[in-house]
């Protein structure tokens, strides 16, 4: 007789000794199966656990027949008795005190051997793994990954509702929303060499709904981006996106903070401090060389070039003379930093562009700190004005970095994050939040000399800052925030810019002609011209709340199908090759190199005609 499996009793990861004695109806995947001179015991496996089944040819022939020839990944159903393992117990599963003795199984279905094994073990390549991402998602780590997912998803939605935000999905299929990357572009069928462009981010959508009246917008949204793929980058990627009318940056900030609270909370069980810390990005620039510190150890940067001004030693004088920077990092009692690390770190940073990596060490001189080895002998007549500043005691280390004022927070930034980790200072059970403020409203290029916004071109200027627009746009400070978690940004978002006329103005100054400005953001114009309120938002990366909730590795771990590094989906192959016809019908030629390489890489052109006729 057929075991009900929709009339399933338990999950496998429920039964405990107080059941025992118990009829249940268990189903799910065999997780292994073992033959004991005559009892087959085998693991059974849902997204709860596994349970211990166990067959006696006495109880049920027919049933202990079929269980011999059960393999991994086998789809069953059973029926049987709870009952104590007695001596075999296994302290290591939430389970392991009972098994299941089965007087009923039904085989749902049968499995091919897996390409690997479903276990959190699992030492196979990432490219297999993804091939079969759907054997890969049954693996508990990612069960679990999946499941954190949905409860921080689920938490944002409920705070978001609470509090009086509303959901309105914005298009997919839409104009360019600048963000600073390369547009994914959709063709027209029916306005043939016309295209529509995946949405970087909603901004402008969700402007127009303060705009419309709405007063508070939240969406959990996808944004497309078309980046050459860094190991913590997808080229589509979800968003918790929310725009706010009559606020200042504060409120934005309470709400976000409101939010992560939950995130934490329904996420993993932590109660995080809260309110976040606030900086500006020029203190966060001078002290940890990054707009986005790890604050969780301090290894803060010192600026010591007023000290060395009159240095004879060139490596340090010749930069400071051209308006250049010397800033400097103390190491604490670094026993551990032994000449081997010291190299190997000079290496890396010459490996980023530095010049090399100038240190020395402090030992204990007669009349006080002296230094020793590196580059001791030149910096030995400002060795007191050193340690004074920064704080250096006999037994530490410095290092320090030289060049322009951005080329030294690059180096030491990286200096810093380096020796946290040499010598262990970063805790990886800590949570740091810091709320970043005051970004340069404006970058300069040098190669395409012109301005570049640092956040977006909606951002607005702070109001002290709105009449050096025309006359000083690198001084211009934006209502731009951005939080930060443990180095890692999560969240970025300002208040925008709401009147018409400023609006004009920064797309003048970015370069963007009036006619391009009409061009692309006519309608943003229009709304701006009927009363726009003021307003601001934000938007946080899903993906990465999960990755770093999660201590995944790669944004890849938490993406259910996700893309390579070279934006190719493993398991369905996209983007792939369409026909002649489709692209006809989209007014579509290939470009003639595009179609020799793909000639080329098919075997010539026959049989790419061969396979389009098929
Ligand atoms: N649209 C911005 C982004 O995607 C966020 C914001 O300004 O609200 O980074």
């Known amino acids: ?83 104590q393992r007695g001596a075999n117990i296994n302290p290591k599963l939430p389970t392991g005190e009972i098994e299941v003795e089965i007087r009923e199984l039904d085989l749902l279905n049968r499995s091919k051997p897996v390409p690997f094994e479903i276990t959190d073990q699992c030492d196979a390549s990432e490219d297999l793994r993804l091939k079969n991402r759907m054997l890969d998602l049954r693996r508990p780590q990612n069960q679990s990954i999946f499941r954190l997912r949905h409860r921080i998803a ?60 709405f007063d508070r917008y939240a969406q959990i949204v996808r944004c497309f981006r078309d980046e050459d793929l860094r190991a913590d980058r997808q080229p589509e990627f979800t968003q918790v996106d929310l725009e706010m009318a009559f606020v200042q940056a504060d409120e934005v900030m309470a709400a976000v903070e409101g939010c992560c609270r939950e995130i934490f909370k329904q996420g993993i069980g932590v109660d995080i401090p809260l309110p976040a810390p606030r900086i500006s990005y020029q203190e966060a620039m001078d002290r940890y060389g990054i707009d986005r510190p790890d604050t969780r150890f301090g290894l803060e940067l010192q600026d010591v070039t007023d000290i060395l001004r009159n240095i004879e030693f060139a490596v340090f004088r010749g930069p400071i003379d051209s308006g250049g920077v010397v800033k400097c990092i103390v190491a604490k009692g670094a026993d551990k930093l032994t ?60 290092f320090f970095a030289v060049g322009s004022y951005g080329d030294a927070c690059k180096h030491l930034h990286y200096v810093r994050t380096r020796l946290g980790e040499i010598l262990e200072l970063i805790p990886d059970d800590e949570w740091h939040l810091l709320w970043v403020v005051d970004f340069p409203m404006f970058e300069w290029d040098e190669e395409e000399k012109r301005w570049f916004s640092t956040h977006h ?27 930060v978690l443990n180095g890692t940004e999560m969240a970025g978002g300002s208040i925008r ?35 726009a309120p003021p307003h601001g938002g ?53 470009r003639p190199e595009v179609k020799a390489k793909k000639d080329q890489a098919a075997g010539g052109p026959e049989h790419v005609h061969r396979a389009h006729d098929e």
Not at 469 to 478: E, F, M, N, W, Y
Not at 507 to 530: C, N, S, T, V, W
Not at 571 to 585: K, N
């Open 1 to 83: 007789m057929a075991v009900a499996y929709h009339k399933r009793t338990h999950k496998n990861g429920e039964l405990r000794i107080t059941d025992a004695g118990q009829e249940v109806t268990l189903v799910g995947w065999v997780q292994n199966y073992r033959d004991h001179g005559g009892m087959v015991f085998v693991d059974l496996r849902d997204y709860t656990g596994v349970t211990q089944l166990k067959f006696n040819p006495e109880t049920d022939p027919q049933a202990h027949e079929t269980a011999r020839a059960l393999r991994n990944e086998y789809v069953i159903a059973v029926l049987g008795h709870v009952a």
């Open 154 to 213: 689920s938490a944002v939605r409920k705070y978001f509702d609470a509090n009086g935000f509303v959901e309105i999905e914005t298009p997919y299929l839409t104009k360019s929303t600048p963000e600073g990357a390369r547009d994914y572009l959709v063709p027209s069928r029916v306005q043939q060499g016309h295209f529509y462009a995946l949405p970087q981010s909603p901004q402008i959508f969700k402007q127009l709904f303060m705009m419309s009246g």
């Open 339 to 398: 000449r081997k690390i010291t190299d190997g770190l000079t290496s890396e940073l010459r490996g980023i562009g530095a010049g090399g990596l100038p240190l020395t060490k402090v030992i204990a001189g007669q009349d006080g700190p002296e230094f020793s080895t590196g580059v001791a002998k030149h910096l030995q007549p400002f060795c007191r004005a050193v340690c004074e500043v920064s704080g250096a005691e006999p037994g530490d280390t410095i």
């Open 457 to 483: 071109p909606f951002t607005a200027p702070r109001d002290e800052d709105v009449d050096m627009l025309d006359s000083d746009p690198g001084r211009v400070r934006a209502k731009a925030y951005d939080l």
């Open 497 to 531: 810019i709401h009147q018409p006329d400023v609006q004009a103005q920064v797309f003048r100054l970015l370069g963007i002609p009036d006619e391009e400005a009409r061009a692309k953001f006519q309608f943003l114009m229009e709304a701006l011209a009927y009363g």
């Open 538 to 590: 934000i938007a946080f990366g899903l993906d990465r709340w999960v990755m770093i909730l999660a201590k995944a590795q790669s944004l890849r771990d938490v993406v259910a199908f996700p893309k390579t590094q070279r934006a190719v989906c493993p398991l369905t192959d996209a983007p792939s090759e369409v026909s002649e016809g489709q692209l006809r019908e989209l007014g579509i030629d290939l």
